[in-house]
C-alpha cells in the first residue's frame, strides 16, 4: 500500500501520458466550441496537425506503457521521447494560443517535473531551460518588453519556472534516493550475498504465503551431489564457485514466469515453481542438468563435474507450509539414497525417474 505513493518511472510516464489526453481533450473546446472559442480567438491553420499528431504519439505510447517490458529499446525511446515530444508540443500550443500571454504558459512547468522525475535536478534545469527560451522567444517576438506590466508578468513567469525547476529537482533526486536505498535494503535482506538467490528467509515467507492463497504450485527441493569433495578436494574458494554456478544456472531457466529459485542453506537449493504440470516440472530439472553438463565448472585443465539430487512435493490443499517441506526434504534424501542424480515426485502414480545426464 505504502509503495502505490512512490512514483516509478513507469508511474511518472503513465500520469504524463493522461495529462497529455486531458490537455489534448481540453483543446477541443478552446478551439472548437463556438462560445469559448470566439471569445479566445485562437489561431487554428495547425492545430489539426498538432491534434492528429498527438493522437499518433500518445496512442503509440499507451501501448508500449502497457504492452513491453522497461528494459526494450521502444519503451525507452518513447517514455524519454516524450519530453521532447512535450516540448515541441508546447512551443506549437504557445504559437496558437497568443505567446508570452498564453493560458497554457503552466504546461511548462509540468514538463519541467516530468523532467525532474527522470532526471532528477539536471534533467529539470535542462527542460527549465528550454521551456524558459520558449517563452523568452515569444515575449521578445512580441514585443513585450516594450510593456511594463508584460514585462513584470514574464518576469514572475520565468522565476515560477526556475523555482519548479530547482524545488521539483529537489524533490525528486531526494524522493529517488530514497526509493533506491528502500529498494537495496529489502534485496540484502531477502538476497543471498554469494549466489544471487532469494535466501532462506524469503523462502519461508513466500512458501507461507502460497500456502495461505491456496492455489496450486510445486516445491522443489534440491542439493549439489557429493558438495563436501569439492571443498575437500579443490578448497573452500571452489566450493563457492560451485555455488555460484549453480546460483547463476538457476537464476537462467527459472523465470518469473515459471517461478522462483532459492538458496535454502549450505549446498542447497529450493524452488517454488508456479505449476503442478509433472513434464513441465521434468523438463525444467532436465534443462538445468543438462546445462550445468554442457557447462561444467573449469578448475585449471580440469572440468569438475556438477550433479544434483530433487525431491519435489506439489501442494496439498490445507497444508501447511511445514508439511510440505518436510515431504520434499524426505524426498530429497530419498533421491540421494537412490544413487543421486535423480529426482523423486511425491505420488505413487509417477514413475520413479533416474536422470541419465
Not at 7 to 22: A, G, Q
Not at 253 to 263: C, N, S
Not at 292 to 298: A, K, Q, S, V, W
Request: hydrophobic fraction near 40%; aromatic fraction near 16%; proline fraction near 2%.
Amino acid at each position: 500500500m505504502k509503495d502505490s505513493f512512490t512514483i516509478t518511472e513507469h508511474r511518472s510516464e503513465t500520469i504524463s501520458s493522461l495529462l497529455r489526453w486531458f490537455f489534448l481533450i481540453l483543446c477541443i473546446p478552446v478551439f472548437y466550441y463556438q462560445p469559448i472559442s470566439s471569445v479566445l480567438n485562437y489561431e487554428t491553420d495547425t492545430f489539426p496537425i498538432l491534434f492528429i499528431i498527438g493522437i499518433i504519439y500518445m496512442t503509440s505510447t499507451q501501448i508500449v506503457l502497457h504492452r513491453l517490458p522497461e528494459t526494450s529499446l521502444y519503451y525507452r525511446v518513447f517514455t524519454r521521447g516524450g519530453i521532447v515530444f512535450d516540448c515541441l508540443a508546447y512551443a506549437w500550443l504557445m504559437q496558437l494560443t497568443g505567446g508570452a500571454d498564453s493560458a497554457f504558459v503552466a504546461v511548462g512547468y509540468l514538463i519541467v517535473i516530468h523532467a525532474a522525475l527522470y532526471w532528477r535536478l539536471k534533467g529539470a534545469f535542462i527542460v527549465g531551460t528550454v521551456s524558459f527560451t520558449i517563452l523568452c522567444y515569444f515575449f521578445i517576438r512580441d514585443s513585450g518588453y516594450l510593456n511594463t506590466l508584460s514585462s513584470f508578468e514574464f518576469l514572475m513567469k520565468s522565476i515560477f519556472l526556475w523555482l519548479i525547476a530547482f524545488y521539483g529537482g529537489v524533490i525528486a533526486s531526494k524522493e529517488r534516493q530514497y526509493y533506491f536505498e528502500k529498494n537495496m535494503y529489502q534485496l540484502q535482506s531477502e538476497q543471498d550475498y554469494l549466489t544471487g538467490l532469494l535466501n532462506h528467509r524469503k523462502f519461508q515467507e513466500d512458501v507461507l504465503e502460497k500456502t495461505k492463497q491456496n492455489k496450486p504450485f510445486t516445491l522443489v527441493l534440491c542439493d549439489i551431489d557429493r558438495f563436501k569433495m569439492f571443498n575437500d578436494q579443490h578448497g573452500h574458494l571452489i566450493g563457492d564457485e560451485v555455488l555460484k554456478l549453480v546460483g547463476a544456472t538457476f537464476k537462467r531457466f527459472i523465470t518469473l514466469k515459471e517461478g522462483e529459485a532459492y538458496r535454502y542453506g549450505g549446498e542447497e537449493f529450493a524452488w517454488i515453481l508456479h505449476t503442478t504440470c509433472r513434464t513441465e516440472v521434468k523438463n525444467t530439472i532436465e534443462t538445468i542438468n543438462k546445462h550445468l553438463e554442457t557447462f561444467p565448472y573449469i578448475s585449471g585443465d580440469n572440468e569438475l563435474s556438477v550433479t544434483l539430487s530433487y525431491g519435489i512435493a506439489s501442494y496439498v490443499e490445507g497444508e501447511k507450509p511445514s508439511q510440505m517441506i518436510h515431504r520434499a526434504d524426505v524426498l530429497l534424501y530419498e533421491a540421494k539414497a537412490a544413487g543421486r542424480n535423480t529426482f523423486k515426485l511425491d505420488t505413487v502414480t509417477m514413475e520413479e525417474n533416474q536422470l541419465s545426464i
